[in-house]
């Protein structure tokens, strides 16, 4: 998943419910000095979380001033 442009913030949504519960497939790695998982890679396969159901997700940019 590419990284995203600062200044040009998004949503993702369901393109089922519309809802924002969106879960995406990620890799965790254990960091010893931190002592917690960090996010290792994340792949694009995403998840609606209300519908339980893997979706395509929908990218919306999120409005100025909205
Ligand atoms: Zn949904």
New binding site residues.
């Given amino acids: 998943m590419p990284a995203r442009e600062p200044g040009h913030p998004i949503t993702i949504h369901?393109p089922?419910?519309g809802?924002e519960s969106i879960l995406a497939d990620a890799c965790a790695r254990w960091n010893v000095e931190m002592q917690q998982w960090e996010l290792s890679n994340v792949f694009d396969d995403t998840t609606?979380d209300?519908?339980g159901i893997e979706?395509c997700a929908i990218e919306r940019p999120v409005q100025e001033g909205a």
């Fill in positions: 369901c089922h419910c809802g609606c209300d519908c979706v």
